[in-house]
């Protein structure tokens, strides 16, 4: 009935911290990872290409570049561009972690897995390396592995709400629904304005028989992001299951507004406009 959502990916604070051996190459390098600071991916992109004309054998530059490329959503150039970076130097994790990112983006989970495990060869106590790879194993179907990288991740970084959220997420996978409202209790301890903690614990209180808990981390949810589908939807099927049905239809029709792409809104829509969860009366027409 549910649909449990996790943040996306986590990267470094500070773009920056990416580079290695920018200050001993070119200003226009050392000022392409400010620009990324600044969240200027295309002047980054400008700097770096400019400096690539002269010299594309320095690695700092096609992973400044293939950052770029990431946030400006050119995933294909991204992941070319990251290969070139760890072709020169393959002993960089964070761009290990990068390219991976750059495959979850395209669809790759295998990918991006084989990336992010490269990482943690390279450096086994990055937290984010582990989360990711959590994301990765997600998407493959591996809840059980998911799991474990996602405890790993908690390990070296236990004040994460986004690795306790999605660490809860698999615990949903696996039907452990007292271990995944834990989990989105502590995420909402560290950040309390984390909606999708407040739907995800929901959808887990719901699994339970708990629909009053459930409509208030909605409501809580909403309250905090009112321009999160998810929330909505969620909502709207546990009023519309406890036939209330004009806030349901309300609440489904934001839902569309926000994502209308949804298309499995739609026939819960319908029930709730025509006041019914019967599947039989919904088949039979307008």
């Not at 390219?99 to 390279?122: C, D, M, R, V, W």
């Not at 934001?254 to 019967?278: I, N, Q």
Request: with cysteine.
């Amino acid at each position: 009935m549910f649909t449990m959502t996790t943040r996306t990916l986590i990267f470094l604070a500070c773009a920056a911290l990416l580079c290695a051996g920018c200050a001993s190459t070119s200003r226009a390098c050392a000022a392409g990872w400010t620009q990324l600071d600044l969240n200027n991916p295309q002047a980054a992109l400008t700097l770096f290409d400019q400096d690539l004309t002269d010299d594309d054998k320095i690695g700092s530059l096609h992973a400044g570049r293939a950052r770029s490329l990431y946030l400006m959503g050119r995933y294909d150039q991204a992941a070319e561009a990251y290969g070139q970076a760890l072709q020169l130097q393959g002993d960089k994790h964070q761009w290990h972690i990068g390219h991976g990112n750059t495959q979850l983006a395209l669809g790759k989970p295998s990918e991006a897995f084989t990336s992010y495990s490269a990482a943690i060869e390279l450096k086994p106590f990055s937290a984010r390396a582990f989360y990711n790879r959590g994301l990765a194993r997600a998407q493959l179907g591996d809840s059980e592995g998911a799991l474990t990288d996602y405890s790993q991740s908690l390990v070296f970084n236990p004040e994460c709400a986004e690795a306790l959220n999605s660490r809860g997420v698999a615990w949903a996978a696996q039907q452990d629904w007292p271990a995944a409202v834990n989990d989105f209790g502590l995420a909402l301890s560290l950040d309390p304005l984390l909606s999708e903690a407040y739907s995800n614990r929901a959808a887990a209180y719901y699994a339970q028989g708990q629909a009053e808990l459930a409509l208030q981390d909605l409501n809580e949810g909403i309250r905090i992001n009112r321009n999160n589908p998810q929330l909505y939807i969620n909502r709207g099927r546990v009023l519309l299951d406890l036939e209330l049905f004009a806030d349901a239809a309300s609440d489904l029709e934001r839902a569309l507004v926000l994502a209308p792409g949804a298309s499995a809104v739609w026939d819960d829509l319908k029930r709730a406009r025509r006041g019914t969860t019967d599947d039989d009366a919904l088949a039979a027409g307008p």
